[in-house]
């Protein structure tokens, strides 16, 4: 698929897109998606029932300016909508549409996969492992036999490539085992890092309160503020996973985060917190951004220095 961005006589693949859960929840902001400069497209993660997800205030941009908080709920139109969605999607328009499945249990997720295989589209399901906001329910990203066992069951009924969403990790142990695991799975092709940071509490100096109101304002943190762990977990799982693909999401806020996912070894890369709080006309000035950084460290393609951090 011809993602190019025709941009400075630099003709290079559009690798950003969305990070799901942000401009994705109805067909109106899928079409601000589809309308914008972005090179593909997901929607928000979807459960087998409609969701009105936790009361709000259940997101805010931070007031230091270095990220935001949610605890959203998966608040979501159920899976149906999506799948309709999917049904009705242009798949002609050059963008690739990336379906996000985030079932409460793995009979949820089975039934919701053997919907969508079912009916045959191009779009590309990602099962999410790490919404940090569903009371009761903790993220299977950090249980890794329960991760083992849905996927043992989930990727054979997918049968075709598909992806994870995955919570970021913070012990090296946990990067290998994480690995190990996804790489028994040769049809699981890529591997998005990361979700929000789980369970940060933002706490306001006047009020004495926390910001957000669902769960005692314990919320998923994102933005500038996780740029270092998402780096991190992208550069870890491309050293781990030959073969596979990472996508890269946190803290990217311009060109610059953008350069440095692709050379911690994204493939892509998702914008969430600033496509949040400035709306899709973020790809074309991000697109436009890391264009002129490639210009001006002399690199004509993505492939040139993707993965290629040097270590001291
Ligand atoms: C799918 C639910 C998620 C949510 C949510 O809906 O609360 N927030 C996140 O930061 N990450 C998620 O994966």
Do not use: W
């Amino acid at each position: 698929v011809d993602l190019s961005t025709k941009v400075a006589g630099l003709s290079l693949p559009n690798l950003l897109f969305n990070a799901s859960g942000v401009c994705c929840q109805t067909e109106t902001d899928l079409k601000l998606m589809i309308e914008s400069e972005s090179g593909s497209l997901i929607t928000k993660s979807a459960t087998y029932e409609y969701r009105e997800g936790n009361p709000s205030p259940r997101y805010l941009p931070l007031p230091s300016g270095l990220g935001s908080i949610n605890s959203m709920g998966l608040p979501n139109e159920g899976y149906e909508y999506y799948l309709n969605f999917a049904k009705n999607y242009d798949y002609s328009s050059k963008k690739p549409l990336f379906i996000s499945l985030s079932g409460l249990s793995l009979a949820d997720n089975v039934k919701m996969c053997e919907a969508f295989v079912a009916a045959e589209l191009p779009c590309v399901l990602e099962v999410n492992f790490s919404c940090p906001n569903v009371p009761g329910k903790p993220q299977l990203g950090y249980d890794m036999e329960a991760m083992e066992s849905a996927l043992n069951v989930l990727a054979p009924l997918i049968k075709k490539p598909f992806g994870v969403k995955l919570p970021p990790y913070f012990d090296i142990a946990h990067f290998d085992t994480a690995a190990t695991i996804f790489n028994k799975f040769d049809n699981l092709v890529y591997v998005t890092c990361i979700n929000s940071v789980g369970n940060g509490l933002a706490i306001d100096f006047e009020t004495e309160s926390a910001l957000i109101k669902p769960k005692d304002g314990f919320g998923g943190l994102g933005g500038l503020m996780v740029l270092n762990t998402a780096l991190a977990n992208v550069n870890a799982f491309y050293r781990r996973l030959p073969g596979k693909q990472v996508i890269g999401v946190g803290g990217v806020t311009s060109g610059k985060e953008v350069f440095l996912h692709v050379l911690a070894g994204a493939s892509a890369v998702q914008i969430g917190t600033t496509l949040k709080e400035e709306g899709p006309t973020v790809f074309a000035r991000i697109n436009k951004e890391l264009t002129d950084i490639m210009i001006a460290k002399g690199y004509k393609s993505l492939d040139e220095f993707r993965g290629k951090v040097k270590t001291l």
